[in-house]
């Protein structure tokens, strides 16, 4: 799956489908070049393991959903957006998103400059979108827009075109931002879903790019789903080891390929159109074949 059930044996982390992140979109807004817009998925309505539906809820209460932002190509976090949600009441629920920047930017960002406050969840068919100053924020249930045959995946990759997700839901946290809150350049973006325990904050899920986490059994996954990028050249060998078994790498090409696949950040420049894997990612980009291909060489 693109980020789908990213937790031990196709669990959720932490074993919570609401800090499960699932796809990560980053492309100009249409008919506007001067903005983007910026989703992050997580919370899928189904699980892998089971026929049962996932809670409905749509965000875990006081949880961080957090954009991640690189303005400099060091892999480390420049600007992050955080989104908090309340407890859900009455079958409604609200989120609070802030803003941090520079050496704020890098922890949790459970503080900073709130910049939406309040926020309609948007449990059904109507989007309710709020307005703030010159950004625009949604968040609620969503038609899930990642395809892929999953079944036809788990049956030694005997593809039918079956499409698992065509009925399937995510929760959505869009940002429209002006390209200026970016920096007006090439940046790197990436998400990351942190659980609160007690007194302390713990990193459940992270990722920029689709389909990582396939490489990382065992303990090695969740050593993955708690790091940071600017550490990923560690899992370069983890990368490799994979792609030689499925792909029939040499270990030198191997490596090489790894070494595009991280760290795990999703490039996006505004001023350039949009083309996965080099830049941003639309919401129908056929990501899995690109993949794939790399994948099985």
Known sequence: MS???SGPNFGFPRGDARLDMTDLYAFPKPGDPSKSIIILNVHPSFRLDSPELTTSEPFKPEALYELKIDTNGDAVADICYSVQFASTENGKQTATVRRAQGARAVSFCHVGEVIVEEAPVSFGREALVTKAG??????????DPFFFDVNGNFNHMQFTGDDFFKDKNVCSIVLELPNSALGNKEVGIWTRTVDKAAEAWVQADRGGRP??????????RED??????????????????????????????AKGVARKLLPDI???????????????????DDVVDVFFSMYTN
């Open 3 to 5: 980020h789908h059930a």
């Open 266 to 284: 999703l490039p996006y420049d505004p001023r350039e159109p949009v083309r996965y894997p080099h830049n941003g990612r639309t919401l129908t």
């Open 134 to 143: 010159d950004s625009c924020f949604f968040c609620g249930w969503r038609s």
């Open 224 to 253: 993955y789903l708690s790091g940071e990028p600017a550490n990923d050249d560690r899992f370069i060998g983890v990368f490799a080891h994979e792609l030689e078994h499925t792909g029939g790498y040499t270990p030198e090409n």
């Open 211 to 220: 389909l990582q986490a396939v490489f990382l059994p065992g303990e090695k």
